[in-house]
Structures are given as C-alpha cells and as structure tokens.
C-alpha cells in the first residue's frame, strides 16, 4: 500500500510538472514525497488576481483512498483569512477534502487527485468570494451587496500586500523600505552541489522563489493598475470592513495603504533588475573559476550559433565581452507577418546558478507586444524538462513573439495596454495591428 501511495504521488507531480499550466505549480523534496508544496497564482478578473498563494500537502499512506491534509501558508503568519474557505489558521475547507460538509457525491474519492484539490481551490478564489461562505451564496440585501464590494476591496489590497509584496521582499532580503543588506556568499558558491549536503533539511527549501520573481516581472503593470484602481476607490487610512462572517481570529485586519503598495512594488522591481545586472558580475567571476556552469553555458552558446549557421536562420547570437552569463540575441522579424522587416536586440542574463534561476531575458529594443511587458520582459513558457536547454528558452520567445493565431489566455496579461487592444473590438485590433507596425518600423531606425 505504502509503495503504491508514493508511486501515485510521484505519477501526480510529474504530470503536474509536465504541463504548461501558468497559474499551478508543485515542488517537492526527492527524500520526501509525501509532503508537497504548491502554489496557486491567483485567476484574472479577480481581486486575486496574479497573487501567489502557497499551500502544503500532507500525503498519508493510504492516498488516494484517503485525500491529504492540506494547510494554506499565505495567511500572514496566521493573522489573514483570505477566503470564507481559506482560515486564517490554515485551514482549506473544502468537502472532497473532507473539511466540510457537501452535497452527495462531493466527498472525496480516490479518482481524485492533486491537481483536482489545486483547481478546487483555486475555484474559491473567485470574483466575488463573499458568497462562498454558506448562507450568504443569494445575498441581495443592500448590506450584504456593500460588503461584497468591501471584501473584495481588502482582499485585493492583502493579495498584493502579502502574497505578491511581503513574499518577493522576503526572497529579495530587502525591507519595506528598499534597503537591501550587504550579500554574504559562500567561497564554494559557484560550484555547490546539492548532494554533497549532509542534511538536506538544513537547507531552506523555497521550490518557488525563482518563478515569483519571473512572474512578478510578467504582472508588475497589472499590480500598478490594480493599486492605482485602489487609490482612485479608497482612500488611504480607511480600516478594513469586518465580515458578519469573521470572527476575532479569523479575520482579516488592516488599513488601506495603496500609496506606500506603489512605492514597495516600485522598490522590488528596482531590487530584481538590480540582481539581473548583479549576475553580469558574478558570471565573470564564476567564468574566471572555470565552474561547471559557466562552462555549459559557453557550450550551449557555440552549439546553437552552429545550429543557426546550419539552419540558416538569420538571427545573430553573441556574447557580450567574452561573458558565457550574457548573451545578445538579435532577432530579424518574420517576413510576410507584422514584425517583417524589424530589427530586435533581446539580451539573455544567466545566473551563476542556472538553471535553478532561470534566464531572465529582455528585449532591449522596444515592441509593443501583447507578449512583451512594457520593460521589455517576454511572456514565454518552457517545460520543467527542457528548462536546461537555453535553445529551447530562445525558440519559445520567438514562438510567442510570431504566433499568428494566440489562444486567449489572461494569464498572459502581460501589457495590459496591448492585450487589451489585441484581444478587443475588430476596430481595438487594428489600432494594435497600427501601433505593433510602428514600433517595427522604428526598431530599424534605431
């Protein structure tokens, strides 16, 4: 039974870990497959939207005749209930988890599996989560119709004030006021290898910090329109309404602030394109010891420049200043298409600890893009297996760039200005189809 429940887990993670999902992601120890962490990246059109909310997972023996013990971890030290479904204290109320009382056939049954629990919750995180609690689901009192529009006011602030804010200052060491500490690092840091610690367990295990980071350049717009929405509603000092559903410790507390949530998304973003720059330097350093990644990077770079030659594609690849940790792709637009004749340098930043930190990549040329954030950062996806292979990274951006027939797809709301033109009337299509051109035609003229 034992060795059948681990073989389940196991099967489920890397399913999960396969697909492309953009809003779900799983980690977990190699020793220690029972419990699990996800995150779920809050729906658009909610005021969730784009948060990141972490759940653990606690497999018993029986699984899957038996469903897990799942704990909400975004809660603010246990001081915020984000959902009449998600305490305060931790606790996921939801009946196929057996937390709550359902109709007939609600109940869990081992068909059933993590993605199943993940998409459940990530249900409750809806538009308007006032009625998920049990007895307001048809509220129309006057009352009840102001407190959904001050629930759904406060958990937008906490969402960024807590799940997106406090989480990156954490990952980032910087206070709420930008400071960042001097870095201590390891003599061996270039050259750690995971196997050769001990206890494991000593080591923090954070499967999510380098996906937050790179999803909080993807959505960094849409938080600032979502505080400047704030700040056009609320006024800053106004207290938090309390719910007729929230009790004294499981509530969610606090004061509106969105001008000072303005100023620490403004400080993370200057904190993460600081580190960006930062690895320029570490990536020398780390070169000039011959590390094992500085090596393989360099490999990569010679096979897909011979790859470029071989195919004859005419993009340009080369490395800046000799530095296997910075690359300069410059992309020649595709004929007969919208970027025909566009003339793009995007530059590819390594960390010295890829791949576990991904690339961080931007176009330097400007392009308004519905796949292209205002910065400059693509909007792109590669498969956990292949995340080691830079060639898949730069085939995917190009892939993103030139799709001519994009499925809809808000979790890719990365330029809220285009994506609203490129997926509005026939007349907001055209006016993006105007604006892409010109910014094409003036990349050749830079």
Not at 17 to 39: F, G, H, M, P
Not at 136 to 141: H, L, T, V
Not at 195 to 221: A, H, Q
Request: proline share 6%; net charge negative.
């Amino acid at each position: 039974m034992a060795d059948q429940s681990v073989f389940r887990i196991t099967k489920e993670l890397s399913e999960l870990q396969k697909n492309s999902d953009l809003s779900l992601a799983v980690a977990c120890r190699d020793i220690d497959v029972r419990n699990v962490k996800a995150l779920i990246i809050g729906p658009h059109d909610t005021p969730y939207e784009f948060g990141f909310f972490e759940f653990a997972f606690k497999f018993n023996k029986e699984y899957p005749r038996k469903s897990p013990q799942v704990t909400a971890i975004t809660t603010n030290g246990g001081r915020c209930r984000f959902n009449p479904n998600i305490y305060a204290n931790g606790r996921v109320c939801l009946s196929i988890l057996g937390t709550w009382r359902g109709e007939r056939g609600e109940e869990w049954s081992a068909v059933q599996g993590l993605e199943s629990i993940l998409l459940s919750i990530q249900s409750l995180m809806s538009a308007n989560p006032y009625e998920n609690e049990p007895g307001f689901e048809d509220a129309n009192e006057p009352s009840d119709q102001k407190n959904q529009k001050d629930y759904v006011q406060k958990i937008r602030h906490e969402t960024l004030r807590i799940s997106v804010i406090q989480r990156l200052e954490e990952y980032l060491k910087i206070g709420p006021d930008g400071s960042v500490p001097a870095p201590v690092a390891s003599k061996d840091e270039y050259d750690l290898d995971m196997d050769t610690i001990e206890d494991e367990s000593s080591v923090p295990f954070e499967p999510f910090k380098d996906l937050c980071k790179r999803r909080f350049l993807w959505y960094y717009d849409s938080y600032l329109a979502a505080v400047q929405k704030g700040k056009e509603d609320i006024k800053d000092g106004s207290p938090f309404v309390r719910m007729p559903f929230e009790g004294t410790s499981n509530t969610m507390e606090g004061k509106f602030n969105y001008t000072e949530l303005e100023r620490r998304l403004q400080n993370i973003k200057k904190a993460l394109d600081a580190e960006t720059e930062a690895w320029e330097t570490e990536g020398l350093a780390a070169q000039a010891k011959d590390s094992t990644v500085a090596v393989n990077l360099r490999r990569q770079f010679e096979q897909i420049v011979e790859s470029f030659k071989r195919s004859g594609v005419p993009h340009n690849l080369e490395l800046v200043e000799g530095n296997p940790f910075v690359w300069v792709l410059t992309y020649f637009g595709k004929p007969m298409t919208n970027l025909d004749g566009g003339l793009f340098r995007i530059k590819l930043c390594f960390s010295p600890r890829f791949p576990e930190e991904q690339p961080r990549i931007k176009f330097e040329t400007r392009l308004f893009h519905h796949r292209i954030a205002a910065d400059g950062t693509p909007c792109y996806v590669v498969s956990m297996s292949r995340r080691e292979d830079v060639k898949t990274h730069i085939e995917a951006v190009i892939e993103a760039l030139e799709e001519e027939q994009p499925p809809y797809d808000p979790r890719t709301l990365v330029y809220p200005e285009a994506f609203k033109l490129y997926w509005g009337s026939p007349e907001d299509r055209r006016m993006y189809n105007r604006r892409l051109r010109r910014s094409v035609q003036q990349s050749m003229e830079e």
